[in-house]
C-alpha cells in the first residue's frame, strides 16, 4: 500500500542526512537497493570503499547506516572542561599529528561569588596561557578502524625537525601554486599552521592559516574555510587577541555543521568567560549542550555541562552550577568503562575527578554547604593523592581544613560568647 505520513517523513529525513544512494528515495526498493548502492562521486571520494560497507552490511537499518557513516567522520571529545575545542580535519589532508588541547588554567579553579563578577577577576579566572597542550602520542589509538589507521600514519611521519617540516611544505605550496594547484597549496598552508602550533609558534601558525584562509575563500573550499575559522579563532584567544578570536569563532558559527557550532558555540563561551563576561558564556554554553544533545553525544554533553557549571559559578548562580558540575562529574565517571585501561584514559579521567571534586567543594563552600564542601575537597585530596600532584593536594587539604574550620565556626563562636558571659558572672559574684 501507498507509505504512511510517518514513513515519508523519515524516507525524506534520512535522504537529507545520507550520501545520495540510487533508488533511496523510494519505500518500496529501499531494501533491494541499499544492498547493491552505489555512492555519487562525493560521497565515495569522502567514504571510500570503507563507507559503502557501511551501508551495505545495516541494509536492514538505515538508521544504523547512518550511524556508521557519522563515526567516520565524528569527532571524538575528551571529558576536560573548559578546553579549547578543534574542528575535525578532512581526511584527505594527511595533517601532522596535532598536540592535544589542554584544560586552560583556572587560578586553582576558584569560582566568584555573587557580585564579585568584574573584568579582571574573570581575566584572572581564565587567562590564554593554553601552551598547556597533552601529547598527543600518549592518547590511545581510536576505536575506529579509519581513524586507527590514520593515527598511526601520522605517528610514522613525525620524526622530523619542524624547521625542515616548514621548509618541505614551503616548496611544496609554491609548487602547487606555480601548476595552479590551488587545493594541493592550501593543504601545505595549513599543514604549516600545525607544524606551527604544535611548536607554540602561533604568530606564525596564524599567518599560515591566514594563506589557508584566502585560498580556501578563493576556491570556494566551504570546508575548509570553516576550518581555518576555527585554527585562527583558538591561536588569536592564545595570544590575548580576544576579538579577533570571537569573530573568527562567530565566522565558523556561520559556516558550521551541527557539530562544528558545538565546538564554535564552546570556544565562544571560552573567549567570553576569559573576558569576564560570563552571562555571554553561560549563554554560548547552553547552545552546545543543545547541539551536544541533538548529536546524542555523551562525551561532548559532559563537557559542555561542566562548562556552563563554570560560567553559572562566575555568575553567582550556584545552585545551577552545582546541578552541572554534579552531572559533569558523574558523565565522566560513566565513561570509564568506554574508555578502556590506557594510562592515558585514566590519568584524564582523575584529573576531571579532581578537578570536578574540587570545584564543586568551592561552590558548596560559597553557599554555606560546608558538610558537602568537605566531602567534596576530601575526595579531590584523594584522587591528587593518588596521582601524585602535591600542589593540588596541599591546595585541596588547605581547603578542607577552612571548610572544616567554617563548619563549626558559629558554634564555636557561640561557645566563645558564652564562655564570656558565665566568666562575667563569676566576676560580678566574686566582687559582691
Not at 80 to 95: D, E, I, K
Not at 140 to 159: D, E, F, T
Not at 196 to 211: L, R, S, T, V
Not at 236 to 261: P, S, V, W
Request: hydrophobic content about 35%; proline content about 3%; some cysteine.
Amino acid at each position: 500500500g501507498a507509505p504512511t505520513r510517518a514513513e515519508s517523513v523519515a524516507v525524506a529525513a534520512m535522504s537529507t542526512n545520507l550520501p545520495e544512494i540510487s533508488g533511496s528515495r523510494s519505500p518500496e526498493g529501499k531494501k533491494k537497493n541499499l544492498v547493491n548502492s552505489k555512492f555519487q562521486p562525493t560521497s565515495q571520494a569522502r567514504f571510500g570503499y570503507l563507507g559503502h560497507l557501511c551501508l551495505q552490511n545495516s541494509q536492514d537499518d538505515p538508521a544504523q547506516a547512518l550511524r556508521n557513516i557519522t563515526a567516520l567522520d565524528a569527532p571524538s571529545f575528551l571529558p576536560n572542561v573548559m578546553t579549547l575545542q578543534r574542528a575535525s580535519t578532512p581526511w584527505q589532508y594527511n595533517t601532522p599529528c596535532r598536540s592535544l588541547e589542554g584544560p586552560l588554567p583556572t587560578e586553582s579553579s576558584q569560582t566568584l561569588g555573587p557580585g564579585d563578577e568584574s573584568p579582571s577577576k574573570g581575566s584572572q579566572i581564565l587567562k590564554s596561557q593554553s601552551r598547556q597542550t597533552m601529547n598527543s602520542s600518549s592518547a590511545p589509538m581510536p576505536a575506529n578502524y579509519v581513524r586507527r589507521i590514520r593515527r598511526k600514519a601520522q605517528l610514522s611521519r613525525g620524526g622530523n625537525d619542524h624547521r625542515q617540516q616548514v621548509a618541505d611544505l614551503k616548496m611544496l605550496a609554491d609548487s602547487a601554486s606555480r601548476s595552479g594547484n590551488v587545493y594541493q597549496a592550501l593543504q601545505a598552508y595549513h599543514k604549516m599552521g600545525v607544524v606551527f602550533d604544535n611548536q607554540g609558534m602561533y604568530d606564525e601558525a596564524i599567518q599560515k592559516y591566514k594563506q589557508f584562509l584566502a585560498l580556501c575563500i578563493t576556491s570556494k573550499n566551504t570546508q575548509g574555510e570553516a576550518l581555518a575559522y576555527n585554527c585562527l579563532g583558538i591561536d588569536c584567544f592564545k595570544m590575548g587577541q580576544y576579538d579577533e578570536a570571537i569573530q573568527y569563532h562567530n565566522k565558523h558559527l556561520e559556516l558550521a555543521d551541527g557539530t562544528g557550532r558545538l565546538i564554535a558555540h564552546t570556544n565562544l563561551g571560552i573567549v567570553f568567560q576569559a573576558m569576564g563576561l560570563s552571562e555571554h558564556a553561560a549563554i554560548h554554553h547552553q547552545h552546545a549542550i543543545e547541539y551536544a544533545n541533538r548529536m546524542g553525544s555523551k562525551d561532548a554533553q559532559c563537557f559542555t555541562v561542566g562548562n556552563l557549571g563554570i560560567a553559572s559559578a562566575a555568575q553567582g548562580d550556584l545552585q545551577t552550577s552545582r546541578i552541572c558540575l554534579q552531572y559533569h562529574l558523574s558523565s565522566a565517571q560513566r565513561q570509564k568503562s568506554a574508555v578502556g585501561d590506557s594510562k592515558f584514559a585514566q590519568h584524564t579521567l582523575k584529573e576531571v575527578s579532581k578537578n570536578a571534586y574540587h570545584r564543586l567543594g568551592q561552590v558548596n563552600a560559597t553557599d554555606g554547604r560546608f558538610d558537602e564542601a568537605v566531602d567534596h575537597f576530601a575526595k579531590a585530596m584523594e584522587v591528587a593523592k593518588a596521582e601524585g600532584h602535591q600542589k593540588d593536594e596541599e591546595v585541596s587539604l588547605a581547603m578542607l581544613g577552612i571548610a572544616r574550620g567554617m563548619l563549626n565556626f558559629d558554634e564555636h563562636c557561640a561557645a566563645l560568647v558564652r564562655h564570656a558571659e558565665e566568666a562575667a558572672i563569676d566576676a560580678d559574684e566574686v566582687r559582691a
